[in-house]
T-cell receptor
Framework: GDSVTQMEGPVTLSEEAFLTINCTYT??????LFWYVQYPGEGLQLLLK?????DKGSNKGFEATYRKETTSFHLEKGSVQVSDSAVYFC?????????FGKGTMLLVSP | EAQVTQNPRYLITVTGKKLTVTCSQN?????MSWYRQDPGLGLRQIYY???????DKGDVPEGYKVSRKEKRNFPLILESPSPNQTSLYFC???????????????FGPGTRLTVL
């Protein structure tokens, strides 16, 4: 079945540092890929998405590129802020279900 | 405002006492789904529905029931809750496209359930 593996956290960074959160997947067919973000005490919000190979999703300074050859969808941001502290989930959309990774907590200190 | 609402937001109950968590969306979405979120496990799908009167099991359906009598509502029913169902529950909805593929899911704010 479909599965998503993302790096375990917490990831602890200083403000303005570069962020990478790794995400790899296994799936049949051609899934769509997503990053969701969950701020403390809140629900999940879609951060960005990519629907086919080589697509780059971007939003709020975050980027991720759909790499079919390496089955990856790593999340990057050039300069993190304290307000980016949250849990980030990589997710794969198959035919009828959305499969999530376990989440990576990001902690950004001033 | 387009949104998914859940009620209650917080619930503490005792083992065996039937409860229902409601979910409603105002976006005319065909697809609705329930997830539970547990530390170290991420989100796991409980049940989903691709339209009215059409429901199917997700990855962890045991101990749960759902119904989809109206397009906008998708309640989650725990007939006899147990402590291992203590969790954070999210409802989500989305549109459906061709061949069942669908757009990104919109999530409700979550319901934190504690079963004593």
């Amino acid at each position: 079945g479909d599965s998503v593996t993302q790096m375990e956290g917490p990831v602890t960074l200083s403000e303005e540092a570069f962020l990478t959160i790794n995400c790899t997947y296994t799936a049949t067919g051609y899934p769509s890929l997503f990053w969701y973000v969950q701020y403390p005490g809140e629900g999940l919000q879609l951060l960005l998405k990519a629907t086919k190979a080589d697509d780059k999703g971007s939003n709020k300074g975050f980027e991720a590129t759909y790499r079919k050859e390496t089955t990856s969808f790593h999340l990057e941001k050039g300069s993190v802020q304290v307000s980016d502290s949250a849990v980030y989930f990589c997710a794969l959309l198959g035919y009828s279900t959305l499969t999530f990774g376990k989440g990576t907590m990001l902690l950004v200190s001033p | 405002e387009a949104q998914v609402t859940q009620n209650p937001r917080y619930l503490i109950t005792v083992t065996g006492k039937k409860l229902t968590v409601t979910c409603s969306q105002n976006m005319n979405h065909e697809y609705m789904s329930w997830y539970r979120q547990d530390p170290g496990l991420g989100l796991r799908q409980i049940y989903y529905s691709m339209n009215v009167e059409v429901t199917d099991k997700g990855d962890v359906p045991e101990g749960y029931k759902v119904s989809r009598k109206e397009k906008r509502n998708f309640p989650l029913i725990l007939e006899s809750p147990s402590p291992n169902q203590t969790s954070l529950y999210f409802c989500a909805s989305s549109t459906l496209k061709d061949r069942g593929a669908y757009n990104e899911q919109f999530f409700g704010p979550g319901t934190r359930l504690t079963v004593l």
